[in-house]
């Protein structure tokens, strides 16, 4: 008997509305709300929330009982009939989102009307950052130095600044977007070589904008450091560049191994200084090793192709179908970067290790993945 299989349509519904607090607190920034508007306003996206979240539950009970439905009767009829009701609360939520900005709007007086053009840029960076995938390219300076230094807005030179840096980054990030839309029909895998070609330079265009907006990143990042006081200046670094090379980076499991060691119970006087000492090591050497995996990344990312496409941009599909991972490793600066951190970090566990008994090692956590490799990724040692 043959079999159908049918993807859950729960998973990819959107379960959260596009504008959050943290959104109404930069609007708030730009447009400069009365304390009383601000408590309309916030009660008008509370009415938002809740009629958005409603809609939402009731569409999910739906969809969950015709997949309950569709199991019970091994029929993926029910599921099919939902799909639609899944397609139109992606248009209905988008409305629901419209709604609330208009409704918004209708609070604002006539100066801040006029400053809604830059609530829109405002909005356009929140939306299209996270779009970035290469290291550093989905950071929003705004958003890290509300975090490490919410009173920027009251300093002159910090505020040039972050106006030089919206200005700048709504350009790239707009750019970004047309290169992104204009290059999708070319991202087509297989066909002749003129076809590799336009994907060529369909990638081409994308990897140019992608990289811009990296370094204007990178840019107002310095001028920042440079005029914010201590330690917010320290802090905002560390937030980029964790941020930059994604929290999978920014962590090992030894990482986590050696910090646990910390948190034993019934710790001698001299294990609990000997785990201290190798935090502090981990937490000193932190920031260095962002910096060379973010470098890393940069690195690669910098290179025309990675080896993979150019070998398939030249023809070789043998090549993209059997994924020689050796080949790519022996150039890849990442892997390189992150063998230099792993060193670190199983020296410092290979000193730390003989002060804890057997059972307080086995408290310790382990990565998620249990098979063991002795070079890459961290083994466990225990």
Same mark, same amino acid.
């Given at each position: 008997?043959?079999?159908?299989?049918?993807?859950?349509?729960?998973?990819?519904?959107?379960?959260?509305?596009?504008?959050?607090?943290?959104?109404?607190?930069s609007i708030n920034r730009v447009l400069g709300f009365t304390e009383e508007q601000r408590a309309v306003i916030l009660e008008v996206y509370e009415a938002h929330l809740r009629a958005f979240t409603s809609e939402l539950n009731e569409l999910i009970l739906d969809l969950e009982d015709a997949r309950d439905e569709a199991i019970a009767t091994n029929h993926p009829g029910p599921l099919a009939a939902t799909r639609s009701k899944a397609e139109r609360w992606k248009e209905r939520s988008k409305e629901l989102d419209e709604q609330f900005l208009s409704d918004l709007r209708l609070l604002?007086?006539?100066?801040?009307?006029?400053?809604?053009?830059?609530? &829109?840029?405002?909005?356009?960076?929140?939306?299209?950052?996270?779009?970035?995938?290469?290291?550093?390219?989905?950071?929003?300076?705004?958003?890290?130095?509300?975090?490490?230094?919410?009173?920027?807005? &009251?300093h002159p030179d910090l505020k040039s600044i972050v106006d030089a840096y919206i200005t700048?980054?709504?350009?790239?990030?707009?750019? +970004?977007?047309?290169?992104? &839309?204009?290059?999708?029909?070319?991202?087509?895998?297989?066909?002749? /070589?003129?076809?590799?070609?336009?994907?060529?330079?369909?990638?081409?265009?994308?990897? +140019?904008?992608?990289?811009?907006?990296?370094?204007?990143? &990178?840019?107002?990042?310095?001028?920042?450091?440079?005029?914010?006081? /201590?330690?917010?200046?320290?802090r905002l670094e560390i937030a980029f560049y964790e941020n930059a090379i994604g929290p999978t980076r920014a962590t090992t499991p030894l990482?986590?191994?050696?910090?646990?060691?910390?948190?034993?119970?019934?710790?001698?006087?001299?294990?609990a200084a000997a785990a201290q000492a190798a935090i502090d090591k981990l937490d000193d050497a932190r920031l260095g090793f962002f910096k060379a995996t973010y470098a890393a990344h940069a690195e690669l990312q910098n290179s025309e192709f990675p080896i993979s496409l150019a070998r398939y941009f030249d023809g070789d599909d043998a090549f993209v179908s059997s994924m020689d991972f050796e080949a790519i490793d022996e150039q890849n600066p990442v892997r390189r970067a992150m063998q230099q951190r792993f060193d670190f970090e199983r020296q410092i566990y290979h000193d730390l290790r003989p002060l804890l008994t057997r059972e307080q090692r086995a408290l310790l956590p382990t990565p998620d993945d249990q098979t063991i490799w002795f070079n890459w990724p961290v083994p466990d040692f225990r």
């Open positions: 008997m043959a079999q159908i299989g049918m993807s859950n349509p729960v998973r990819d519904i959107v379960r959260q509305p596009q504008f959050s607090h943290a959104d109404i607190n604002l007086t006539r100066d801040q009307e006029a400053l809604w053009p830059r609530v &829109e840029r405002e909005l356009r960076r929140i939306r299209l950052t996270p779009k970035g995938v290469f290291a550093g390219e989905s950071i929003d300076l705004v958003r890290l130095l509300d975090a490490v230094h919410p009173q920027w807005n &009251e700048a980054i709504d350009a790239a990030l707009t750019e +970004r977007e047309r290169a992104r &839309e204009s290059a999708s029909a070319s991202i087509v895998w297989g066909g002749d /070589q003129a076809q590799r070609d336009r994907m060529k330079q369909a990638y081409e265009d994308i990897r +140019r904008t992608r990289i811009r907006v990296r370094g204007i990143n &990178e840019e107002h990042l310095r001028r920042l450091l440079s005029a914010l006081p /201590q330690p917010s200046s320290e990482d986590r191994r050696i910090r646990a060691v910390g948190t034993l119970p019934d710790l001698t006087p001299r294990q």
